[in-house]
């Protein structure tokens, strides 16, 4: 952990052997792609890598009242060091998640904002974008679900688990994006009917959007590679 001007942050310094404020500031990097969402997603070129520099967004009644300041409870409570540390922890376990490479927070009182650089996973695609664009595989429905079933086996909860946050690539191979809030948990229990009841309704919704591609079929066939 370093303390970097007005920020603090936590970084792999195997992956990054110093680190700078400015690598967090999307000014740093304006021809940098970038994907819209509830934030702003940006990726980025540094010390020879492909990164994903994203900011942390309050969601819901609450980015009524501020869109990205979360009230402060202590540096090992901040979004973006617990979700590090998580990714982490299930990069040792051998789980399909990006490489956390720096987390950071810029406090103000009470409040702070947060910011989290991972290693993109090369050309992969979210299930979201693979779906619209046609009927997919029943082995990649089976891979979906057993890449899922993986994590549900270790106790891993995703908070926000839906088309978007499921990434694969040409290979079949399946990947989960973005755990923040995510946590370990008793590895049985009704979280594991909610996570999946989850999925499907973001699925639902996205053929529903292109008008194809997912069924009683294809759910059967997740939940038996599941």
Known sequence: VARIGESVILYDASLANHIEEAWFDPASWPGAPRVQGRGVTLFIRCAGEDWVLRHYHRGGQAARISSDAFAWTGEARTRCFREW??????????????????ARYLRRGLLYRADLITRRIPDVMPLSAVLAAGPLPQALWRGVGACIGRFHAAGVF?????????????????????FDRGRIMARSGAWRRRNLARLHRSLVKVAATAARGFGAAE???LLAGY
């Open 85 to 102: 540390r998580l990714l982490a922890q299930l990069r040792a376990a051998g789980l399909p998640v990006p490489c956390p490479v720096a």
């Open 158 to 178: 995703h908070a926000d688990l839906n088309a978007h946050n499921v990434q694969v690539n040409d290979r079949g191979e399946v990947f989960l994006l973005d």
């Open 219 to 221: 759910w059967s066939a």
